[in-house]
Nanobody
Framework: QVQLIESGGGLVQAGNSLTLGCAVS????????MGWFRQAPGKEREGVATITNAGRTNYADSVKGRFTVSRDNAKNTVYLQMNRLKPEDTAVYYC?????????WGQGTQLTVSS
């Protein structure tokens, strides 16, 4: 049974930092690309950051320079370090494990950034 469990969300003030984690089980973690997505109220889910199984990263323009995605293959965990948070970063954050023809999602964790 594949499980992706996000953690680390919460309420923070603008300008502060927070790190999200996503612990993965039930699949061969090292073969999957991992991604972070978010969905704000009334908006579509959007990609935030991805990291391939080889460690190559990609970011949405809105978070470039502020967010860093990383993975610890020994712990089957992917992280999203978020700095200089803004109120517009408020959303439910989801992680996704992606293989060429299959993907799995976590249940999401809420981040609220107050101004």
């Amino acid at each position: 049974q594949v499980q992706l469990i996000e953690s680390g969300g919460g309420l923070v003030q603008a300008g502060n930092s927070l790190t999200l984690g996503c612990a993965v089980s039930g699949l061969t973690f090292t073969t999957y690309a991992m991604g972070w997505f978010r969905q704000a109220p009334g908006k579509e889910r959007e990609g935030v950051a991805t990291i391939t199984n080889a460690g190559r990263t990609n970011y949405a323009d809105s978070v470039k320079g502020r967010f860093t995605v990383s993975r610890d293959n020994a712990k089957n965990t992917v992280y999203l370090q978020m700095n200089r948070l803004k109120p517009e970063d408020t959303a439910v954050y989801y992680c996704r494990a992606q293989f060429p023809r299959e993907s799995y999602w976590g249940q999401g964790t809420q981040l609220t950034v107050s101004s």
